[in-house]
């Protein structure tokens, strides 16, 4: 019994003075991982088909978490970056911002087109129900994708004709359909080819992380 008792006290004493194992802090490549593998998944939403509603959003939530996570240029940790890694961030920082501008003029495009057809339809002499809906859903469907292509164009162009053959339409109505119709078939939005350089962007980090090892 003696034996006994001994034994568990030398287990209750050795168990007593025991130290957790402590855990390992997590360094800034860690924590540029983390933030990378977050917006990888929310860029995997971002589709070539829609990219006309779902990519500046992607592109704020991306640039305000690199600002919150200080790896933005003027974060509290971007200095104690390696230059690679500075550069590659910098790099997805003025795409993302140069396309969130693109994506807006484009909007600006859409949105003129759209309050022209409003002011039409407020006149006296209104455009059919026929033909603005055509033109309307044809500049929708067209920007979408934030391409714009040649038979697209074809489509727009029509619509826009019916519209403002209209007998009585305000001329100053015709003449903004006429030039927002124009300035729109020759933008672009943000597309595939646009998404690519983002993606681009985003393994260039992950390259510069992967040699950081």
Same mark, same amino acid.
């Given at each position: 019994m $003696? $034996?006994?008792?001994?034994? @568990?006290?030398? @287990?209750?004493?050795?168990?007593?003075?025991?130290?957790? =194992? =402590?855990?390992?802090a997590q360094t800034v490549p860690d924590m540029v991982k983390d933030w990378l593998a977050l917006a990888g998944k929310d860029f995997k939403r971002v589709k070539t088909t829609d990219t006309f509603v779902t990519f500046?959003?992607?592109?704020? $939530?991306?640039?305000? &978490?690199?600002?919150? =996570?200080?790896i933005d240029s003027g974060g509290h940790v971007f200095s104690s970056l390696s230059v690679d890694l500075q550069n590659a961030l910098t790099k997805l920082v003025t795409d993302l911002n140069t396309l969130k501008d693109k994506q807006s003029n484009f909007s600006k495009?859409? &949105?003129?087109?759209? %309050? %022209?057809?409003r002011d039409a339809a407020r006149t006296g002499t209104p455009p059919t129900i026929e033909v603005s809906t055509v033109l309307a859903?044809?500049?929708y469907n067209a920007a979408f994708d934030g391409i714009i292509d040649d038979k697209e164009k074809a489509a727009i162009t029509a619509a826009n004709t019916a519209?403002?053959?209209t007998a009585g339409l305000d001329p100053k109505i015709v003449s903004a359909l006429n030039s927002d119709v124009s300035s729109l078939v020759a933008g672009s939005g943000v597309n !595939?080819? %646009?998404l690519?350089?983002? !993606?681009? %962007?985003?393994a260039g980090?992950?390259?510069?992380? !992967?040699?950081?090892k």
């Open positions: $003696r $034996r006994i008792a001994v034994a @568990v006290a030398v @287990v209750l004493f050795c168990g007593a003075g025991a130290v957790p =194992a =402590a855990t390992k500046s959003p992607f592109a704020s $939530r991306t640039l305000n &978490t690199m600002e919150a =996570a200080g495009l859409v &949105t003129n087109v759209e %309050d %022209d057809l859903y044809g500049v519209v403002v053959a !595939k080819l %646009d690519t350089t983002i !993606k681009n %962007d985003l980090i992950a390259a510069v992380l !992967k040699l950081m």
